[in-house]
């Protein structure tokens, strides 16, 4: 495993609280390594049961079994990050869902599912984290977005949708949020070196494969290089930075 960026100083979270959704694997999982080698206390959410094996990798963290389309869970994560760590600084809306079907095939349960997460969840945890940090003196939100939510890619009406109104959703927390010092960027990621993709295409290693020599850098990303821009968006090293749709896809979008 690839260690945190030694050039960053390892306290630069110390005495902040995040929380981070999607977080038992992936860039998730990578987004808690770096926060929590950096000094944050994390608590870490998950529909996964997964995510309770993270307190023994990383000590201190909270984990909590949770759908993050249900509202009910994201009012308990941010309870949970005030009630046990006594504040949220930094919320990371990472939990996310995709589905590849041309438009002719995509049906309303396709469609309602990855708008359900990607949008419906992220709304939901972005809302009871602004409340929190509105209270609090302000803080970070930062989600994972893609870069489809700026380009138009084949068989992806549903989860660029998505991805498009978490950006939109980006904006209107930062333009509401400046005045109250709570900053929101989101991250137009590229196609990354996950298992995500194996939940939904047989073929998934060809695919991503298909993809490296798409984009000028030659390769997909890892997942901890996602991981390091989405800290990076939520540090002092980024406080002129909000309502911003960050590029990391190696290039892809500027061909």
Known sequence: MTPANPSVETAEFAGKVALVTGAARGVGKETVRLLHHRGAQIVAVDQRPGVKELPAEFPGVHPLVGDVTDEATATLAVREAVDVFGGLDILVNNAGRTINKPITETTAQDWDAVMAVNARGSFFFAREAFRAMRNLGGGAIVSTGSYVCTIALPEGAAYSASKGALAQLTKVLAVE?????IRANIVAAGVIETDFLDTFRSDSRAYLASFAGAQ???RVAKPEEIAEV???LASP???????AVVAADGGFTAI
């Not at 949020?177 to 010092?181: A, H, I, M, Q």
């Open 237 to 243: 090293r980024s406080s002129f930075i909000t309502g």
């Open 216 to 218: 000028p850098l030659g």
């Open 230 to 232: 989405l800290c990076f």
């Open 177 to 181: 949020g400046g005045p109250l010092g």
